[in-house]
Nanobody, 115 residues
């Protein structure tokens, strides 16, 4: 059974940093795309950052220059370093993977940016 297991959410003050991590478990195939989405209350889920198997990284405009996505294919992990956090970054963050033509999602981890 394929699982995406997240860790690293929490409460942080504006201007602070958090790092989210996600491990891909339970399959022998590699995910072509791994990344992070987020969903704030009352909003649709949006892409935050993705990292393809070819090495391409994409970010939503609102996080460019503040967030960095990392991927380790050997360890099957994807991480999101979030710096200069703002209250509008508050959301549930979901790890995402696409492998063998199928989308997979983690259970979500809460990130709250508040003074």
């Amino acid at each position: 059974q394929v699982q995406l297991v997240e860790s690293g959410g929490g409460l942080v003050q504006p201007g602070g940093s958090l790092r989210l991590s996600c491990e891909h478990r339970g399959s022998i195939f590699d995910m072509y795309v791994m990344g992070w989405y987020r969903q704030a209350p009352g909003n649709q889920r949006e892409m935050v950052a993705t990292f393809t198997g070819g090495g391409r990284r994409d970010y939503v405009d609102s996080v460019k220059g503040r967030f960095t996505i990392f991927r380790d294919n050997h360890l099957k992990t994807v991480s999101l370093q979030m710096n200069s956090l703002k209250p509008e970054d508050t959301a549930v963050y979901y790890c995402y993977g696409n492998g063998d033509g199928v989308d997979y999602w983690g259970q979500g981890t809460q990130v709250t940016v508040s003074a």
